[in-house]
């Protein structure tokens, strides 16, 4: 159930920049990397040359750093703060962040920095404002997750707001909605145990709600792609 809940995570976040063609390149920034498990994806899966992950928490680095060593394979991990990211302008031809810039005390400034270090494609995941249910707490609920002490949710309007206040042009911006419940919280962390059948129901019923008008812009997570 772990490893399903850690797919199903990864998945809402990836399948739309799948499908738009932005996870393609030669350089590769994880902003806000945790344990790595994006990065993983990004170094084996999709043969990235050249990935690099910056996170503020120590702890998460050295955690990530395991994770690579223990395969095998190097990728530059540092510490850091996002919102003072120690790259020069137009370095990585994509720039991955996610379920991080809610976290931020001036996410904007947080945005223009990702924007800034990109040269190509910024790719950003963050909690919806306009999900009904708040899937931080849900999953503290029900999960083992802890609320972090900023948890500030942006709809998809301010967001692309963001994007566009950090020099992106509107036409370049695509955002979506996906994902009704934090299946990949609940798992992962594995205080409620969920029967298998309801939790292929779950991820079937999420698919059904993303095709229905109005219905699909309350999804809990909002996915951005934009072109430099």
């Not at 902003?31 to 998460?60: E, Q, T």
């Not at 990728?75 to 031809?93: C, G, K, Q, S, Y």
């Not at 306009?130 to 997750?145: T, V, W, Y």
């Not at 962390?189 to 309801?198: G, I, Q, V, Y």
Request: aromatic share 10%; glycine share 6%; proline share 5%.
């Amino acid at each position: 159930m772990e490893e399903l809940g850690e797919w199903h995570h990864m998945y809402v976040r990836l399948k739309i920049p799948e499908k738009r063609g932005f996870l393609n390149g030669e350089t590769l920034l994880d902003a806000g990397c945790g344990n790595g498990r994006f990065l993983s994806y990004f170094r084996f899966n999709k043969k990235i040359r050249f990935c690099a992950g910056l996170d503020i928490s120590r702890a998460r680095v050295y955690s990530a750093n395991k994770r690579f060593k223990e395969r095998g394979s190097d990728v530059a991990l540092i510490v850091a703060d996002i919102e003072e990211a120690p790259f020069r302008n137009d370095v990585f031809d994509v720039v991955f962040s996610t379920d991080v810039i809610e976290h931020l005390p001036h996410p904007l400034k947080g945005i223009r920095e990702l924007v800034r270090i990109s040269k190509d494609k910024v790719i950003i995941c963050t909690p919806n404002k306009l999900c009904p249910l708040d899937m931080s707490r849900f999953a503290h609920i029900f999960g083992s997750h802890t609320p972090p002490p900023i948890e500030k949710y942006v709809t998809r309007f301010q967001l692309v707001d963001m994007l566009k206040f950090s020099g992106i042009r509107d036409m370049n911006i695509e955002v979506s909605e996906t994902s009704f419940v934090p299946l990949g919280w609940i798992l992962v962390n594995r205080k409620l145990s969920l029967p298998m059948k309801l939790v292929k129901f779950s991820m079937f019923v999420e698919k059904y709600l993303e095709k229905i008008p109005l219905v699909k812009y309350t999804a809990g997570v909002l996915v951005a792609t934009a072109k430099v």
